[in-house]
């Protein structure tokens, strides 16, 4: 078995810059989703493309053949510009790239169906409640296929027919190459229909699938919505089943690639992205986003922002923390809120619990970084680096500024401006000296008054 993905349209209706099937749902481009299904049935894939080629050609595979249709001139049109990846011996199994809530399964029944007669051809239908846009399988009054008008040629009492054709065929590879070349351009557009080569052969086989979801197209933003709201739901329900606890899937948004173990618990408003793998007895949000991070176990993230992270086990993070590409959490962290880290390693049972900034820093192990303490890694030309050894005080509303070294066991004084490396077991204090002057306020007001 071999397949043809059609993706070669204008997707003018998307009104988009970009072509219509490299759009992501749930993280993936929109073609994905239709290859990851083919891959488990086919043994060779094709895509075919057109408009804004290149940028198809990006988001697909290394293993993908793809074949040009430097003219979009109809379905037929697009399967003869691939005419050379084709074999007599094959079975070809054709669909369109616009398809994305297809399933491996669906499609091995539809080859089931095929192989379970000697059929040129199998055509897939299925019965939508609003058929507008499809072509119409049209049977006699025996029930037998008879033809597919689309509806663009559809008579008034044909467009009221609700059984449609999905676009997804399979076709004997011998019959397939002996009928395209005689398909004509006799139609309202002008174009040669995959349709005409199906109406050229003998034995029809009508496979009518009871799922109409899974055939949905993508025309315009409204669907692409619809389907990612799908997809969205299937990503859930596998990982309920599998153990998660999602407390709210209509307001949880997790991208196809994450991985969560069992119980785990998201709450509300949670966004997990990209490849983002969650351990097992986690809890994340709510009002949480996670981006390509790796989260071992037990780690608690509330109201904060991740990405690009590595958080050990039993790490607490939050709320309204952010951290970013380059962090590593070593076990038993705690970082809290309205905290930064950015490309920075901080050691197990380190605390930074509030108002602070550490970036491009190298931080040991039973640190405590009080509140407010800022690491100063960028002097306007290059970023610097700060490391604070293990077992380190660093005092409140402190300015570290980088390059600088806090030796293991120093304690660094409160409103301390570090410009110097500070030696173990030292109490650093950089500050000027304070100096009260008794009855100033009243002898101020005095003067002015005076």
């Avoid at 198809?56 to 001139?73: F, G, M, R, S």
């Avoid at 029930?143 to 676009?167: L, M, P, Q």
């Avoid at 397939?176 to 109406?199: F, I, M, Q, S, W």
């Avoid at 509303?397 to 066991?409: E, F, H, S, W, Y």
Wanted: aromatic share 6%; hydrophobic share 40%; proline share 4%.
């Amino acid at each position: 078995m071999v397949s043809l993905i059609l993706a070669a349209g204008m997707s003018s209706r998307m009104k988009s810059k970009y072509p219509k099937v490299t759009h992501r749902l749930c993280g993936k481009p929109m073609i994905q989703w239709v290859l990851d299904a083919v891959f488990g049935v086919a043994d060779k894939v094709c895509v075919v493309v057109g408009h804004q080629a290149e940028m198809v050609k990006q988001v697909l595979p290394d293993n993908v053949d793809v074949a040009y249709q430097a003219e979009q001139l109809g379905t037929a049109h697009a399967v003869m510009s691939a005419k050379n990846f084709i074999n007599p011996t094959d079975d070809v199994l054709i669909l369109y790239g616009d398809m994305p809530l297809i399933r491996q399964e669906t499609l091995q029944k539809i080859i089931r169906a095929h192989h379970s007669g000697d059929y040129d051809v199998t055509i897939v239908s299925v019965d939508m409640a609003d058929p507008t846009g499809y072509g119409r399988i049209i049977k006699d009054d025996a029930g037998e296929f008879v033809k597919i008008v689309e509806e663009f040629d559809a008579s008034e009492e044909e467009k009221k027919i609700r059984e449609i054709n999905t676009g997804v065929y399979v076709f004997k590879g011998e019959k397939l190459l002996e009928v395209l070349p005689k398909v004509k351009h006799e139609n309202r557009k002008n174009e040669y229909y995959l349709t005409d080569a199906v109406g050229l052969l003998e034995k029809v086989n009508v496979y009518k699938d009871s799922n109409a979801e899974d055939f949905s197209g993508v025309n315009n933003r409204i669907q692409l919505a619809e389907v990612e709201r799908i997809l969205r739901r299937r990503i859930l329900e596998k990982l309920m089943l599998e153990g998660v606890t999602i407390i709210d899937p209509l307001s949880t948004y997790i991208d196809a690639n994450v991985k969560i173990g069992r119980d785990t618990v998201i709450y509300p408003m949670s966004f997990l992205e990209g490849e983002t793998s969650v351990g097992e007895d986690c809890v994340i949000g709510p009002m949480t986003r996670i981006v390509n991070c790796v989260i071992e176990d037990r780690v608690t993230v509330t109201r904060s922002e991740c990405v690009g992270a590595h958080i050990m086990c039993d790490v607490s993070v939050g709320p309204f923390s952010r951290l970013r590409e380059g962090t590593v959490l070593y076990p038993k962290v705690k970082i809290g809120n309205f905290v930064e880290v950015k490309n920075s390693k901080i050691g197990p049972n380190t605390k930074a619990q509030h108002l602070t900034y550490l970036g491009d820093s190298q931080i040991g192990e039973n640190v405590n970084v009080g509140a407010g303490t800022i690491t100063c890694n960028f002097d306007g030309k290059k970023k610097n680096q700060t490391v604070i050894e293990d077992q380190v005080f660093i005092g409140s509303n402190t300015a570290l500024v980088a390059p600088v070294r806090i030796k293991k066991g120093a304690f660094v004084a409160a409103g301390s401006t570090i410009t110097q490396d500070v030696p173990e077991w030292s109490l650093a204090i950089a500050r000027a000296r304070q100096e009260n002057k008794p009855d100033w306020v009243l002898k101020k007001k005095q003067k002015e008054e005076g």
